[in-house]
């Protein structure tokens, strides 16, 4: 599709080299002349750069508005419908980039819109339909699909560029959506009361769970809900957990490339492991909480500081000791699956947590923490990149793991001494609380944790 070149990495004569030169892992694979790829677009890094943050603004800007139309509307057609547009854009990506640059990057940021409103809308279809006691896993299994439907496309869009153009790629996966609609709109329903088929035993079941819900929608105690400090320790925990998921999932090829000298395009499968089992620990993660949780051994608090412990401090551990094996190429790719699968420990910690807050505004809490955490996304490669321009040593990639590790652990942290599972009193039907909320003594939470 683009016009790039690319040079296969070479062997350092490591005589004669500067202190800063020396700062780099040896080459491992044989000198090779560069090989170019002649794409339909003569678009530079730079404007690639554009085109592929482009959909992240759009989602940064109607996270919250599709969380309140959820709650108003009703998930199925917030969801549906963003999906629907999503892939009808999508298919019209090859068209839009044929015409010009500013028309493609147009619809790239009209997808971001589209699609911001999806996770918001499954947030507020999981409170109204899934047990209290099942929400960890199937949420972590929502999640969890993300890094594997990217290895699965990454895989598939290869052999479909090569068999059928690359045009072919975005009509392949616009399509999906499309077909998916159909059922979609004749299956699925906003809540189990609004079901004609689901069975008055199963239906019982759910709502005696589900406690006390709303069947109209509420007006959004603002102020409580953005001065509620358990809220907030949510908020920050997701938004940790997502920079740190952010940087080792966005610079990954990166680092595989410039620092270990991995050929992406003949160690694919090695490449793609930390995305292969990060999913899997999700799940594994998911189902051990709610399994935990039935136990009785741990409170729910309890178990959401055991995971979210693991998601942090492993992590961050497993990322540490990355920085201390030099460039064990092997040794580095273990931590970094090992990292992986830490973090998706965060499956069976707080991933759930709005929910129990403030069920009754899922959408409006599911949306306010997307735009915060989504931000990570902007930022984290941004200060990689600031770190490692023209500048790809071991030291500077140090530094960002360090920045990481700092950052998701004052996040992990801010949750241990603040977080809760408590109901709010905002989210309680028939009280007019938009009082900001009493805060309790610090030192006080620092003694229960």
């Known amino acids: 599709m683009v016009k790039t070149s690319y040079e296969s ?42 085109v592929l943050s482009a959909s992240a603004y759009g989602v940064l800007a109607t996270h919250m508005v599709g969380g309140r139309l959820s709650e108003i509307v009703g ?16 298919m019209l990506c090859p068209a839009a980039a044929e015409w010009s640059f500013g028309a493609f990057i147009t619809v790239r940021v009209i997808i ?13 279809l999981v409170a109204r339909w899934y047990p209290v006691e099942e929400r960890q896993l199937i949420l972590s299994a929502i999640m969890a699909s993300a890094p594997l439907a990217t290895v699965i ?76 400090l358990p809220l907030w320790a949510y908020i920050i925990m997701t938004l940790g957990y997502s920079w740190i998921g952010s940087t080792l999932i966005s610079q990954l090829p990166t680092y595989l490339s410039r620092i270990l000298h991995f050929d992406l395009q003949k160690s694919g499968v090695v490449s793609a492991l930390p995305f292969i089992f990060a999913p899997i ?29 693991i998601s942090a401090i492993g992590s961050s551990v497993f990322i540490f000791v990355i920085t201390l094996v030099g460039c064990d190429a092997t040794a580095i790719t273990v931590l970094l699956i090992l990292s992986m699968v830490a973090v998706a420990a965060y499956c069976g910690g707080s991933i759930t947590n709005h929910l129990d807050l403030g069920s ?13 955490s989504g931000v990570s996304a902007i930022i984290s490669p941004l200060i990689v990149g600031a770190l490692t321009n023209d500048n ?54 620092m003694e229960q944790v």
């Open 9 to 50: 990495p070479q062997n350092y004569n490591r005589t004669n080299l500067s202190p800063e030169e020396l700062d780099v892992c040896p080459g491992e694979l044989e000198i090779q002349p560069p090989t170019k790829h002649n794409g339909e677009f003569d678009w530079d890094e730079e404007m690639q750069g554009y």
């Open 75 to 90: 998930p199925k057609y917030v969801l549906g419908l963003g999906l629907l547009l999503t892939g009808l854009l999508t």
């Open 112 to 124: 971001g819109i589209t699609s911001g409103v999806i996770m918001p809308a499954v947030n507020v």
């Open 153 to 228: 496309a990454l895989s598939t869009s290869g052999i479909v560029a090569n068999d059928a153009g690359w045009p072919a790629v975005f009509y392949l996966f616009g399509f999906l959506p499309v077909f998916w609609f159909i059922p979609w709109l004749f299956l699925a329903y906003d809540s189990p009361e609004k079901h004609p088929r689901i069975s008055e035993k199963e239906k019982n079941t759910i709502l005696k769970s589900l406690g006390q819900q709303s069947q109209t929608p509420q007006t959004v105690p603002w102020i409580a809900i953005l001065t509620s």
């Open 281 to 309: 620990g999700g799940v594994f993660f998911g189902l051990s909480a709610m399994k935990i949780r039935k136990s009785g051994r741990f409170s729910y608090l309890s178990s959401i500081r055991l995971f979210n412990s």
């Open 360 to 372: 009754n505004f899922a959408g409006t809490t599911s949306g306010i923490t997307s735009t915060v």
């Open 392 to 445: 790809q040593t071991l030291t500077q990639w140090h530094i960002v793991f360090y920045i990481a590790i700092c950052f998701t652990i004052f996040c992990y942290g801010f949750f241990m001494i603040f977080g809760s599972v408590e109901e709010q009193a905002w989210n309680k039907i028939g009280t007019d609380n938009n009082e900001p909320c009493k805060q309790e003594n610090i030192s006080k939470k």
